[in-house]
């Protein structure tokens, strides 16, 4: 999937035209999906090796339930996938728009 996604991206940044910058835009999208990736796969990973440690913090610290937090960078990652598809599909609209709210891609056709 990750290759694909790269691929596709890579391929939106060869069609370029200036009017658009779909290329750049896509980048950052696959930019954003990267990043997410790898902080859920972190979370996971802290979260599998060192739960018991986690739950018994100092200071009163709680619980930090990185497993969720994977739930939700798996959940961003997938979005951002979603809007790489979306701005593949629309590769040839002159509107194409792409921004950023709340961390999270939004794409406008």
């Not at 950052?28 to 796969?41: G, K, T, W, Y």
């Amino acid at each position: 999937i990750g290759w694909g996604i790269s691929a596709m991206a890579s391929r939106l940044a060869a069609r370029e035209d200036k009017s658009r910058r779909a290329g750049k835009a896509a980048a950052r999208v696959l930019q954003a999906a990267l990043l997410m990736f790898a902080l859920s796969v972190v979370c996971w990973l802290l979260d599998n090796y060192h739960c018991t440690r986690l739950r018994y913090l100092p200071g009163g610290i709680p619980y930090p339930h990185l497993h969720t937090w994977w739930h939700v960078f798996i959940a961003g990652t997938l979005h951002c996938i979603m809007v790489l598809l979306h701005m593949d599909s629309y590769r040839h609209s002159a509107h194409l728009d792409l921004r950023f709210l709340a961390g999270l891609p939004v794409v406008h056709a």
